[in-house]
T-cell receptor
Framework: EAQVTQNPRYLITVTGKKLTVTCSQNMNHEYMSWYRQDPGLGLRQIYYSMNVEVTDKGDVPEGYKVSRKEKRNFPLILESPSPNQTSLYFC???????????????FGSGTRLTVV | AQKVTQAQTEISVVEKEDVTLDCVYETRDTTYYLFWYKQPPSGELVFLIR????DEQNEISGRYSWNFQKSTSSFNFTITASQVVDSAVYFCALSEASDSNYQLIWGAGTKLIIKP
């Protein structure tokens, strides 16, 4: 089944403890992106990647890192999480940047992160 | 700058009533794409429809219909004969052909509550 898989689905952590949210897609998609969803703000882009080894900042990149060493994986790293990073996170992928604009994405099921 | 406004934070109706969710967008591009997504209580994002800026035809899919009007920059969503299963948060989103991030710009979402 074609899908974007995020893990974990739920995570509670403490301030300052490094964590990684994994994202993997099995559709050979070039374009991948991370969004965070907050009440009253909709979804906002954190980082995106147009292909392997190519990543760039979205609108809210502060406090996050990403890597794209393989086409299928796009992990989101929080080196020192803070309570304001408590949010619902979505990984998304698309065949290419063109299809990302034209047709949107395939989304993962989301990761609900709580930082206390 | 591009922007999507969903002015209705929450709507509550009784089952079988018709309900319209409003979406107003701002963009300077002549080529853009509009989307609606549904987010049920389980949290995943479910794609509903995509519309490009050159196609102003209204769309009907079962009990769902969409009214795209470029003159008012609106892309409204109507559910006819609503059902309890329609209860969810609904997001309107915009992508632009010229966006260097290839991202979706999201509205804040409208929480729809259908009472039995």
């Amino acid at each position: 089944e074609a899908q974007v898989t995020q893990n974990p689905r739920y995570l509670i952590t403490v301030t300052g403890k490094k964590l990684t949210v994994t994202c993997s897609q099995n559709m050979n998609h070039e374009y991948m992106s991370w969004y965070r969803q907050d009440p009253g703000l909709g979804l906002r882009q954190i980082y995106y990647s147009m292909n392997v080894e190519v990543t760039d900042k979205g609108d809210v990149p502060e406090g996050y890192k990403v890597s794209r060493k393989e086409k299928r994986n796009f992990p989101l790293i929080l080196e020192s999480p803070s309570p304001n990073q408590t949010s619902l996170y979505f990984c998304a992928s698309s065949l290419s940047v063109g299809t990302a604009v034209n047709y949107g994405y395939t989304f993962g099921s989301g990761t609900r992160l709580t930082v206390v | 700058a591009q922007k999507v406004t969903q002015a209705q934070t929450e709507i509550s109706v009784v089952e079988k009533e018709d309900v319209t969710l409003d979406c107003v967008y701002e963009t300077r591009d002549t080529t853009y794409y509009l989307f609606w997504y549904k987010q049920p209580p389980s949290g995943e994002l479910v794609f509903l429809i995509r519309r490009n800026s050159f196609d102003e035809q209204n769309e009907i899919s079962g009990r769902y219909s969409w009214n795209f009007q470029k003159s008012t920059s609106s892309f409204n969503f109507t559910i006819t004969a609503s059902q309890v299963v329609d209860s969810a948060v609904y997001f309107c989103a915009l992508s632009e052909a010229s966006d260097s991030n290839y991202q979706l710009i999201w509205g804040a979402g409208t929480k729809l509550i259908i009472k039995p």
